[in-house]
């Protein structure tokens, strides 16, 4: 089945600053690349998505980039704010069937510090 | 706003005693899925409906069933809670399993067992 790794496991920035967390898979038959913002007490909220057509999205100070040769994909976060302090989760999906299919295969997550 | 709502938000048992959790959505999506968080860790797959199809983990244990007797709603039914199972429990919808389509998240009911 789909390993997803993630790293770091925490991150400390300075607001302003830059963050990139990044992510890598295993299963060459996944397509659809997740990134989630869980918040202390919360569910998981989606914050950008990109699929295994496309190499770059950006929505905002949140982008994110595929290498599928590579298999690893990237958030970057702009401009951090004190609000961008949450856990982050990558996730990997595949549509190609097997036991993957549709379902969601998450990293370890990465406990984001933005200090003011 | 069409969401994922998940009751209650807290819930406290005893050892042994039987609890549901309920899920509810008003995006009509036709998948939902129940994961297990336990704390500093990602959400783990339960099992998850397609439609009325269930289709459950491998490795979920006997204890934890599901029901969905409609689109909205789905139930997490767990028959002799142990202290292992306190966790957060969170439901997700999404449109199809083929796509995939993005997964939606509600806010968690966190279990605390006693």
């Known amino acids: 089945g789909e390993n997803v790794e993630q790293h770091p496991s925490t991150l400390s920035v300075q607001e302003g600053d830059s963050a990139v967390i990044k992510c890598t898979y295993s299963?060459?038959?996944?397509?659809?690349f997740p990134w989630y913002k869980q918040e202390l007490g919360k569910g998981p909220q989606l914050i950008i998505d990109i699929r295994s057509n496309v190499g770059e999205k950006k929505d905002q100070r949140i982008a994110v980039t595929l290498n599928k040769t590579a298999k690893h994909f990237s958030l970057h976060i702009t401009e951090t704010q004190p609000e961008d302090s949450a856990v982050y989760f990558c996730?990997?999906?595949?549509?190609?069937?097997?036991?993957?299919?549709?379902?969601?295969?998450f990293g370890q997550g990465t406990i984001l510090t933005v200090h003011p | 706003d069409a969401m994922v709502i998940q009751n209650p938000r807290y819930q406290v048992t005893q050892f042994g005693k039987p609890v549901t959790l309920s899920c509810s959505q008003t995006?009509?999506?036709?998948?939902m899925y129940w994961y297990q968080q336990k704390s500093s860790q990602a959400p783990k797959l339960l099992f998850h409906y397609y439609d009325k199809d269930f289709n459950n983990e491998a490795d979920t244990p006997d204890n934890f069933q599901s029901r969905r007797p409609n689109t909205s709603f789905c139930f997490l039914d767990i028959r002799s809670p142990g202290l292992g199972d306190a966790a957060m429990y969170l439901c997700a919808t999404s449109r199809d399993l083929a796509g995939p389509t993005t997964q939606y998240f509600g806010p968690g009911t966190r279990l605390t067992v006693l």
């Open positions: 996730a990997a999906a595949s549509s190609a069937g097997g036991t993957s299919y549709g379902k969601l295969t």
């Open positions: 299963d060459s038959a996944s397509n659809y």
């Open positions: 995006l009509n999506h036709n998948v």
